[in-house]
Structure formats: C-alpha cells, structure tokens
C-alpha cells in the first residue's frame, strides 16, 4: 500500500522520529521569514507574499490626508481608483506562539509515505524554528496515548529544542505503548493549552481532530476568544480513498481488526464520504471559531507541500 517512488523527507524512516529530521527544519526556517513567504499563505493555495515589516502591523488603507507619509501610500489601490490611499499600520506587539501537537493514536498511521504523526511533528518544527528565527517566544502542549506534556513559551534556540525533544520522548513512548487516546486527553490538552497561553497568542493546534468533543470544541471557541487561533488537519489519503492497493487488508487499533477489501468501489466510496463528513465538521467548526483550517497529507513531504521547496 506504500508509494515507492514518492522520497521520505531527510533523516526519516515514516514511522519512528529522530532529532535529526526534527532539526532538519532549523535551515529551512529562513526561506519562509516575512516578507519574503508565508508557510500559511501556501497552505491555503495563496502563493503571493503576504508578509509585513518586522515591527508593524497592518491595519487598514484609507483615502490620503494631509500630512501622511507619501511612503506610506498604497499605490496599487491608489491606480486602481484613481485617487490617492495610505496604509495604515499598528505596532507590534510580542505574539507568543503556542503548538499544540497530537501524536497520540489516531495519528500514528499512514499508508503511502508517512504517519500523520511524523508529519504533524514536522509541521511544529518548521514552526517553531520559524518562530524564533522572528524573535518570538514558543511553547507546546504535546499530546500522547495517556500524557500530555506542556512546555512553556519560551525564547531563543531553547524553546524549539525543548519542544522538539518532547515531542521525540512521547511519540516514541506512544509508539511503544500502544495505548489509545480518550477523547478526554484532547481537552485536557486544549485546556492545558488556555491555561499556558497569554492573551494575544498565536495558538496553532495540530491534529487528524479524530478525538474532538463537544467539550474540546468549546475549549477551542474560548481560546479564539482573545487569540489567533488556527487548525491544521492532517489526513493520511487513504482517509480520502486513494490508495492504488485493490486486495484485502487488515485493519484495526489495539482493540479491534477487520478485514477491508479496497478492490470494491463501495469500500472507497465510504471512506470518501466518512472524509467529506469529517472535513465539513471542521469547516463548520472554522466558521464559528472565525480562525482558518488548513489541510496536510501524510502522503506527500511536507515541503512538497510548501510550494516546492526542499532542501
């Protein structure tokens, strides 16, 4: 069932996580620093730069008044109205980022290249070598079987590799252990996670979201009360039927198994529809957070998945 002509991303084996592959992301952090990318911007299919000035936030365009800055002017808009507007800019203020990473056992499962929670793993690498490298502080909630581990907002090179190695000590323990995550782990972690966070924290949660209550969704709305907040949804694309593989196969957790035949139609069309139902579920929930989801394979190198990009 695996795809042998798709590269496994430097220092990884799919399945098990070294520091190596986690430290991998340290170098690559540079080419997605403001203005030059935005690691969000091609997640969402955007590939124009949407970066701003280290120091100032964008605020708003408004027509020209005496005085402002000829700088400051918005020349497209100017041309494209024919009349002259300014930009409009904030200071900036410390945005503390907080990860929140799920590698408990839904997420330790793949079928082509990776298991979602070496991708996962991934992701909050590059993010949080990404944070740093613009002078942020950076903290986690990693999310095992039975466990989760805070590790608070930190600055420097300290926070990443204190992440970083956290989220080694528990895949690998979860890995071993085998034991399933209750859905009460998930809010733990998401009121773990309102507990460390200052106000104005830039909180991404990163997930399959196979173990979100009600309870965690309402954790999740109080948290986007008084944050950035964004999800990121990582999926393995047998979830999305797509799998060259047309024999029998045994799947199951650690309570049950069962034998699934994928030469059926009727097989991938449920696993199609059970997708569909997933992802409106977490459009819906996008919508009343008013905070983006974003979608990753664990089918594809996560850098492929960035525009290209690897290294």
């Given at each position: 069932?695996?795809?042998?002509?798709?590269?496994?991303?430097?220092?990884?084996?799919?399945?098990?996580?070294?520091?190596?592959?986690?430290?991998?992301?340290?170098?690559?952090?540079?080419?997605?620093?403001?203005?030059?990318?935005?690691?969000?911007?091609?997640?969402?299919?955007?590939?124009?730069?949407?970066?701003?000035?280290?120091?100032?936030?964008?605020?708003?365009?408004?027509?020209?008044?005496?005085?402002?800055?000829?700088?400051?002017?918005?020349?497209?808009?100017?041309?494209?109205?024919?009349?002259?507007?300014?930009?409009?800019?904030?200071?900036?203020?410390?945005?503390?980022?907080?990860?929140?990473?799920?590698?408990?056992?839904?997420?330790?499962?793949?079928?082509?290249?990776?298991?979602?929670?070496?991708?996962?793993?991934?992701?909050?690498?590059?993010?949080?070598?990404?944070?740093?490298?613009?002078?942020?502080?950076?903290?986690?909630?990693?999310?095992?079987?039975?466990?989760?581990?805070?590790?608070p907002p930190t600055?420097?090179?300290?926070?990443?590799?204190?992440i970083v190695n956290?989220?080694?000590?528990?895949?690998?323990?979860?890995?071993?252990?085998?034991?399933?995550?209750?859905?009460?782990?998930?809010?733990?972690?998401?009121?773990?996670?309102?507990?460390?966070?200052?106000?104005?924290?830039?909180?991404?949660?990163?997930?399959?979201?196979?173990?979100?209550?009600?309870?965690?969704?309402?954790?999740?709305?109080?948290?986007?009360?008084?944050?950035?907040?964004?999800?990121?949804?990582?999926?393995?694309?047998?979830?999305?039927?797509?799998?060259?593989?047309?024999?029998?196969?045994?799947?199951?957790?650690?309570?049950?198994?069962?034998?699934?035949?994928?030469?059926?139609?009727?097989?991938?069309?449920?696993?199609?529809?059970?997708?569909?139902?997933?992802?409106?579920?977490?459009?819906?929930?996008?919508?009343?957070?008013?905070?983006?989801?974003?979608?990753?394979s664990a089918g594809?190198?996560?850098?492929?998945?960035?525009?290209?990009?690897?290294?």
């Amino acid at each position: 069932m695996g795809n042998q002509r798709m590269i496994l991303p430097a220092h990884s084996d799919g399945i098990h996580l070294s520091l190596a592959e986690l430290l991998h992301y340290q170098k690559q952090s540079v080419r997605w620093l403001p203005p030059a990318r935005s690691i969000w911007s091609y997640l969402s299919g955007h590939h124009d730069s949407t970066g701003k000035g280290r120091g100032m936030d964008f605020a708003e365009v408004r027509p020209y008044q005496k005085g402002d800055d000829v700088r400051s002017i918005d020349w497209r808009i100017t041309a494209r109205t024919g009349k002259p507007h300014t930009k409009l800019y904030t200071e900036e203020r410390e945005c503390p980022v907080m990860v929140a990473v799920d590698l408990s056992s839904t997420m330790q499962y793949g079928t082509q290249l990776l298991y979602k929670s070496v991708q996962a793993a991934h992701i909050a690498s590059l993010i949080c070598w990404l944070t740093v490298a613009q002078k942020d502080r950076v903290g986690a909630v990693v999310i095992g079987g039975e466990q989760v581990v805070d590790c608070p907002p930190t600055a420097r090179q300290q926070g990443p590799l204190q992440i970083v190695n956290a989220i080694k000590r528990v895949h690998e323990q979860t890995l071993e252990t085998g034991k399933n995550q209750s859905r009460d782990t998930f809010l733990t972690a998401m009121s773990q996670l309102h507990r460390l966070c200052p106000k104005g924290s830039d909180l991404i949660v990163i997930s399959d979201f196979n173990q979100l209550s009600d309870g965690a969704e309402q954790r999740l709305k109080q948290l986007a009360q008084h944050n950035h907040l964004r999800l990121l949804h990582v999926f393995d694309p047998i979830e999305q039927g797509e799998t060259a593989y047309r024999g029998r196969f045994w799947l199951g957790d650690h309570r049950r198994s069962l034998q699934v035949s994928f030469g059926r139609k009727s097989t991938l069309a449920s696993l199609r529809h059970d997708f569909e139902r997933h992802q409106q579920r977490l459009t819906a929930l996008s919508n009343q957070l008013r905070s983006p989801v974003y979608h990753v394979s664990a089918g594809k190198p996560l850098l492929d998945q960035l525009g290209g990009i690897r290294g």
